[in-house]
């Protein structure tokens, strides 16, 4: 079972910027496709991003190329996400997944086996 924890998200206002992590309980963190995730109120969850086990791939959704990047550092068993240029369209809360398809970027959730419990980014206008 792996066990992620995302952390970084809060309050910022729009032309800022920040850096969520998540964290994996588990050494096996190397061995997953990883992925970001959003969703605001009302909506449904959204892709954000996912990178290959060796961060030798990545995607983004098409929206937000060149102003999210994603990367990992598999000794700390960690994702990142540096967000730039927030929007108040960005407000959402931040998921983390874990896929085992490994060598692929899915962008389904479906594809993805873990979950993190979110963490909430709010963008001010």
């Known amino acids: 079972q792996v066990q992620l924890v995302e952390s970084g998200g809060q309050l910022v206002q729009a032309g800022g910027s920040l850096r969520l992590s998540c964290t994996a309980s588990?050494?096996?963190?190397?061995?997953?496709?990883m992925g970001w995730f959003r969703q605001a109120p009302g909506k449904e969850r959204e892709f954000v991003a996912t990178?290959?086990?060796?961060?030798?791939?990545?995607t983004y959704a098409d929206s937000l190329k060149g102003r999210f990047t994603i990367s990992r550092d598999n000794t700390k068993n960690t994702l990142y996400l540096q967000m730039n240029s927030l929007k108040p369209e960005d407000t959402a809360v931040y998921y983390c997944a874990a896929s085992g398809r490994v060598n692929f970027l899915p962008i389904q959730t479906s594809a993805y086996d873990y979950w993190g419990q979110g963490t909430q980014v709010t963008v001010s206008s």
């Open positions: 990178i290959t086990w060796n961060g030798a791939g990545k």
């Open positions: 588990e050494h096996i963190f190397s061995s997953y496709t």
